[in-house]
């Protein structure tokens, strides 16, 4: 049975070494239209939607190790598809402002930032004060900033 368990572990162990050669995608493509807001909105937006949600992910070291890094990489894909802060400009006016009514509302609903990217970054909680300030924002005509 001993026998049987270190084959075990050493054929699990270098399937972990295998895996860690299938590359996860990670990327950064430029911005090409920036959301424009007050910087108090930008830091909160930056602070807690960008890296998921604009071409400026901050990629933290377990974003390297597979398979935790094929997770996030499909998080990420999935998250720039549904609303891109990079490429902001790119939409029309009146998908840009569902886009916000829609961020707002899972924010409020306590969606936004999803649970499991907030075990790893607390930092990244918006607080019921910030909450108030994205209102406000949103109440008000949104900008694009080109690059």
Request: charged share 30%; aromatic share 12%.
């Given at each position: 049975m001993s026998l049987f368990l270190r084959r075990s572990g050493l054929g699990l162990l270098a399937l972990l070494f295998a895996i860690q050669l299938w590359p996860a995608g990670r990327t950064n493509p430029p911005v090409t239209a920036d959301l424009e807001a007050p910087p108090e909105v930008k830091e909160i937006l930056r602070r807690s939607?960008?890296?998921?949600?604009?071409?400026?992910?901050?990629?933290p070291w377990y974003s390297r190790v597979a398979p935790v890094s094929w997770f996030l990489v499909h998080d990420v894909e999935?998250?720039?598809?549904?609303?891109?802060?990079?490429?902001?400009?790119?939409?029309a006016e009146k998908k840009r402002d569902s886009k916000v009514e829609?961020?707002?509302?899972?924010?409020?609903?306590?969606?936004?930032?999803?649970?499991?990217?907030?075990?790893?970054h607390s930092v990244?909680?918006?607080?019921?004060?910030?909450?108030?300030?994205l209102t406000h924002w949103v109440e008000k005509p949104v900008q694009v900033e080109p690059r």
């Open positions: 939607c960008y890296d998921c949600h604009s071409n400026e992910t901050r990629w999935e998250a720039r598809a549904e609303m891109n802060f990079s490429k902001w400009g790119e939409y829609t961020m707002l509302d899972q924010i409020r609903e306590g969606a936004m930032p999803p649970a499991s990217y907030l075990r790893m990244a909680e918006v607080s019921p004060a910030e909450i108030e300030r």
